[in-house]
């Protein structure tokens, strides 16, 4: 059974700094998945990892994927306020895009 | 694009009661995906289907539930009877392609009295 496991589920930062989010799943897999859950609102894919070593950017958030580890980074450079919410990985369950998620990380960020 | 559309948003019932939840992919998704989402359990992956076919049920969790997409823009999943433990919210999610990831809609929160 596949299992995808992050941590750590809870996170609270203050503004400025710098942490880093880690997801570790079970099976072999190249495909791996971030996405981000305001409360009470639905799921944003944040990015999309396809193969070992892929590296993705997208303001103060960076997403990388090491396949051979079966290990993906979400790192966060100089915390905003703005980026408190929950953030889910995923791996692809099989082959047709199913996804199994993490547990969530809930990320808060305070001045 | 519309995004994703489920309705309703917002469902309470009684327990014995059937629900019945809605979704409407992103057109051209081939892929469509019903999660239920708790604080317990976290994210869970009820059924999948591809092309209209279903998948993978196997995260259906009694016979109570069911799932059909009868054409390429409408999918139900129906909980009959329901009970308190299904309370939770259900997420729609479609695919263009198992690589694209997918594309959640806003959800039905369903409270079960």
């Known amino acids: 059974e596949l299992k995808v496991e992050q941590n750590p589920l809870f996170l609270s930062m203050q503004e400025g700094k710098n942490y880093t989010i880690y997801c570790n799943y079970s099976?072999?897999?190249?495909?791996l998945y971030w996405y981000r859950q305001d409360p009470g609102k639905s799921l944003e894919s944040l990015f999309v990892?396809?193969?070992?070593?892929a590296v993705k950017q997208e303001g103060r958030l960076m997403a990388s994927l090491d396949t051979k580890a079966r290990l993906s980074t979400l790192h966060i450079t100089a915390a905003v306020h703005d980026l408190s919410a929950t953030y889910f990985c995923?791996?692809?369950?099989?082959?047709?895009?199913?996804?199994?998620f993490g547990k969530g990380t809930k990320l808060s960020v305070k001045p | 694009d519309a995004g994703v559309i489920q309705s309703p948003r917002h469902e309470v019932t009684e327990m014995g009661q059937e629900v019945t939840l809605r979704c409407k992919p992103i057109?051209?998704?081939?892929?469509l995906f019903w999660y239920r989402q708790t604080m317990m359990r976290g994210l869970e992956l009820l059924i999948y289907?591809?092309?209209?076919?279903?998948?993978?049920d196997s995260g259906m969790p009694e016979d109570r539930f069911s799932a059909k997409m009868p054409n390429a823009s409408f999918s139900t999943l129906k909980i009959q009877p329901s009970e308190p433990r299904d309370s939770a919210v259900y997420f729609c999610?479609?695919?263009?392609?198992?690589?694209?990831?997918?594309?959640f809609g806003p959800g039905t929160r369903l409270t079960v009295l």
């Open positions: 999610a479609s695919s263009p392609d198992p690589l694209a990831g997918a594309s």
């Open positions: 099976t072999t897999s190249d495909r």
């Open positions: 990892l396809l193969s070992n070593g």
């Open positions: 995923a791996v692809d369950g099989g082959s047709q895009g199913n996804l199994i």
């Open positions: 057109s051209g998704h081939d892929y």
């Open positions: 289907f591809n092309n209209n076919v279903p998948i993978d």
